[in-house]
């Protein structure tokens, strides 16, 4: 019989040992990635003997390499529940190392996902946060950690005491009993190449429903070109590598802007931490809710955020829960309010209504004054 689920036990703050091992199962998703920073950090400075692992992603491995706060990384996510042979092999190696007793934590950051809680099992660890096949725990941060409502208004009500708000970087690090400054996100950055464009735009993401309109784009980069006197080519478009053929709706909203807008086509030219880089020099980024989104605010760019939420919240996107929470990120709020997505925990991919009147009722009048602000801090900025 398989005793391995038995063994392990819920984690709350006990002693691990001057020199623990711990494993951060992370998602091979951006944005996943860099919310994740807060928490990395704050492990490496309440443990700075611990032997961190991050389970990452081929997608960001070029972050992780460069991350100070982890010793090593593996980038398996992208193969969910194949990577258990591979998981369960380097718990071996290590054992056979005689690198310790085996893993003493594994927090799983990914327990949406079903698999994560398999990771977890086949790691065998000493004590878990998060999603694994164990009872759930009596601690409220224990309950907490596997609650499926982070998105809900209602979320720090429930759990009066143990957070101060459900922003999600909060959120992981106090169900792992870490204190840090939740919002300060830091990402190692590579010096850019010379001539970048000074506004960077980023159009696309993994849910069409998150999607702002062409021509509200057309709109807005037109007016920021006439009332800023931009210059030729001084707008970029940034993102992932574009596919040989447009495959989703965002694919097919960067081609057309691309025939229309007059962008730089920046997409998969520079490398994450040059990215970085290339921001945090930057005056001016304006993205939808996304992985460079995320990019933006963390390397301190004035950043016109996006989301076709209200004034509440309500929208197309858990902007509570992700949305950057800075000085120099301006978050829009759209003229209408649906809960639609919200009702199907945000899984679904397109808008499941017509027309998509959340993003339609963010018009590039009611962006253009964020736009201004962030334009006039960037300004401000060395």
């Not at 042979?85 to 327990?111: C, E, F, K, S, Y």
């Given at each position: 019989m398989n005793?391995?689920?038995?063994?392990?036990?819920?984690f709350?703050?006990?002693?691990l040992?001057?020199?623990?091992?711990?494993?951060v199962l992370g998602?091979?998703?951006?944005?996943?990635?860099?919310v994740?920073?807060?928490l990395l950090r704050?492990?490496?400075?309440?443990y700075?003997?611990?032997?961190?692992?991050?389970v990452?992603s081929?997608?960001?491995?070029?972050?992780e390499?460069?991350?100070?706060?982890?010793d090593a990384?593996?980038p398996?996510?992208?193969q969910?529940?194949?990577?258990?042979?591979?998981?369960?092999?380097?718990?071996?190696?290590m054992?056979?190392?005689?690198?310790?007793d085996?893993?003493?934590?594994?927090?799983?950051?990914?327990?949406?996902s079903?698999h994560t809680?398999?990771?977890?099992?086949?790691?065998a660890p000493?004590?878990?946060?998060?999603a694994?096949?164990?009872?759930?725990?009596?601690?409220p941060?224990?309950?907490?950690?596997?609650?499926p409502?982070?998105a809900s208004p209602?979320?720090?009500?429930?759990?009066?005491?143990w957070?101060?708000?459900?922003s999600?970087?909060?959120?992981?690090?106090?169900?792992a009993w870490?204190?840090?400054?939740f919002?300060?996100?830091?990402?190692p950055w590579?010096?850019?190449?010379?001539?970048?464009?000074?506004?960077?735009?980023?159009v696309?993401?993994e849910?069409?429903?998150?999607?702002?309109?062409?021509e509200?784009?057309l709109?807005l980069?037109?007016?920021l070109r006439?009332?800023?006197?931009?210059a030729?080519?001084a707008?970029?478009?940034?993102?992932?590598?574009?596919?040989?053929?447009?495959?989703q709706?965002?694919?097919r909203?960067?081609?057309?802007?691309?025939?229309?807008g007059?962008l730089?086509d920046l997409?998969?030219?520079?490398?994450l931490?040059?990215?970085v880089g290339a921001l945090?020099r930057?005056?001016?980024c304006i993205?939808?809710?996304?992985?460079?989104l995320?990019?933006?605010?963390?390397?301190g760019?004035?950043?016109?955020?996006?989301?076709?939420?209200?004034a509440d919240?309500i929208?197309?996107?858990?902007?509570?829960l992700?949305?950057p929470?800075a000085?120099?990120?301006?978050i829009?709020?759209s003229?209408h309010?649906?809960n639609?997505?919200?009702?199907?925990?945000?899984?679904?991919?397109?808008?499941?209504?017509e027309p998509?009147a959340?993003?339609?009722?963010?018009?590039?009048?009611?962006?253009?004054?964020?736009?201004?602000r962030a334009?006039?801090q960037?300004g401000?900025r060395?």
């Amino acid at each position: 019989m398989n005793t391995l689920p038995r063994l392990m036990r819920r984690f709350q703050d006990e002693d691990l040992g001057p020199r623990p091992r711990i494993v951060v199962l992370g998602a091979p998703k951006l944005g996943n990635y860099v919310v994740l920073q807060p928490l990395l950090r704050g492990l490496r400075r309440k443990y700075p003997g611990a032997r961190l692992t991050y389970v990452g992603s081929q997608r960001t491995k070029e972050l992780e390499r460069l991350n100070p706060w982890i010793d090593a990384s593996l980038p398996l996510a992208e193969q969910g529940p194949a990577a258990l042979p591979a998981l369960a092999q380097w718990r071996r190696t290590m054992a056979a190392r005689g690198q310790g007793d085996g893993v003493d934590l594994v927090i799983n950051a990914d327990g949406h996902s079903p698999h994560t809680a398999a990771w977890a099992q086949a790691l065998a660890p000493r004590f878990v946060v998060g999603a694994a096949p164990i009872p759930t725990g009596n601690h409220p941060l224990q309950a907490l950690a596997l609650d499926p409502h982070w998105a809900s208004p209602a979320l720090v009500q429930r759990y009066s005491g143990w957070i101060a708000s459900n922003s999600i970087r909060e959120l992981h690090c106090r169900v792992a009993w870490v204190h840090t400054d939740f919002e300060r996100v830091e990402l190692p950055w590579e010096p850019a190449p010379p001539g970048l464009p000074p506004v960077l735009i980023a159009v696309n993401g993994e849910r069409a429903a998150k999607l702002w309109p062409l021509e509200h784009w057309l709109a807005l980069l037109e007016r920021l070109r006439r009332e800023m006197g931009l210059a030729a080519g001084a707008i970029g478009l940034i993102g992932g590598p574009p596919p040989a053929e447009p495959r989703q709706a965002g694919d097919r909203l960067e081609r057309a802007l691309l025939a229309r807008g007059g962008l730089r086509d920046l997409r998969g030219r520079l490398s994450l931490p040059v990215l970085v880089g290339a921001l945090a020099r930057s005056r001016l980024c304006i993205a939808v809710d996304s992985g460079p989104l995320h990019l933006a605010a963390a390397a301190g760019c004035p950043t016109v955020a996006l989301f076709g939420t209200d004034a509440d919240g309500i929208g197309a996107s858990p902007r509570d829960l992700w949305a950057p929470r800075a000085e120099h990120v301006w978050i829009s709020h759209s003229r209408h309010r649906c809960n639609g997505c919200q009702q199907l925990r945000f899984e679904n991919p397109a808008c499941p209504l017509e027309p998509h009147a959340c993003m339609d009722g963010l018009p590039p009048e009611a962006v253009w004054p964020l736009v201004q602000r962030a334009w006039q801090q960037g300004g401000q900025r060395s």
